[in-house]
């Protein structure tokens, strides 16, 4: 138990769908990540957020839409997803940027 | 891409030290070595982290070379839960006043701890 949760831990979805994960952490922390780990390559990096306030975004397609309303909740939008997109999507917070990283267990998403 | 070069695989006989190497030759003065691991189809998990000297937590001790090219994850004695995916990487740590450094994962060594 790491202090971050993440819900849905599992999701399928048709490609018109719009569905939304979360990830709630009670660290304390100012930033928080989302990353995407397809199945067999390494954790691919693809948003940041700093005091609520994007700082990265990794070349990440339009189709998935970030939002943290507060330091403790992060929000992954997605709509109109391909079956590639299909993952293991991984929240993360830290006290700042540069400090240790703490992982959600993640959301095991399908696209159908 | 990853800063660190490890093994892709390692096998540990239950109850023995596992001991994993990881090359960072490129790493820089102000970058930390941090050590995470990833058990099947869960987040990763902080084992440890460090600058220059050896340091020891309750999961494992990193033993860093002096030049700090390169350094070694022991898990003192393996059990069958340390199965799992353990990703080296090296990276600016807080406190640096730098810009703000990608963490960047690997394909890591995925070990096998045989009863």
């Known amino acids: 138990e790491t202090g971050v949760t993440q819900t849905p831990r599992h999701l399928v979805m048709g490609m018109t769908n719009k569905k939304s994960l979360k990830c709630e952490q009670h660290?304390?922390?100012?930033?928080m990540y989302w990353y995407k780990q397809s199945a067999k390559k390494p954790l691919e990096l693809m948003f940041v957020?700093?005091?609520?306030?994007?700082?990265e975004n990794n070349s990440v397609p339009s189709r998935f839409s970030p939002e943290c309303p507060n330091s403790s909740h992060l929000f992954l939008h997605l709509h109109t997803l391909q079956p590639e997109d299909s993952a293991l999507y991984l929240c993360?917070?830290?006290?700042?940027?540069?400090?240790?990283?703490?992982f959600g267990p993640g959301t095991r998403l399908t696209v159908l | 891409d990853a800063k660190t070069t490890q093994p892709p695989s390692m096998d540990c006989a239950e109850g023995r030290a596992a001991n994993l190497p990881c090359n960072h030759s490129?790493?820089?003065?102000?970058?930390?070595v941090y050590w995470y691991r990833q058990i099947h189809s869960q987040g990763p998990q902080y084992i440890i982290h460090?600058?220059?000297n050896n340091e020891t937590n309750e999961m494992a001790s990193l033993i860093i070379t002096e030049d700090r090219k390169s350094s070694t994850l022991i898990l003192p004695h393996a059990t069958l839960r340390d199965t799992a995916v353990y990703y080296c990487?090296?990276?600016?740590?807080?406190?640096?006043?730098?810009?703000?450094?990608?963490?960047?994962f690997g394909p890591g060594t995925s070990l096998s701890v045989i009863p």
């Open positions: 993360a917070s830290s006290q700042d940027p540069r400090d240790t990283q703490y």
């Open positions: 660290l304390g922390h100012n930033a």
């Open positions: 957020y700093n005091f609520k306030e994007q700082t």
């Open positions: 490129t790493i820089s003065g102000n970058e930390y």
């Open positions: 460090g600058l220059k």
């Open positions: 990487i090296v990276r600016v740590a807080f406190g640096v006043e730098t810009s703000y450094d990608k963490v960047i």
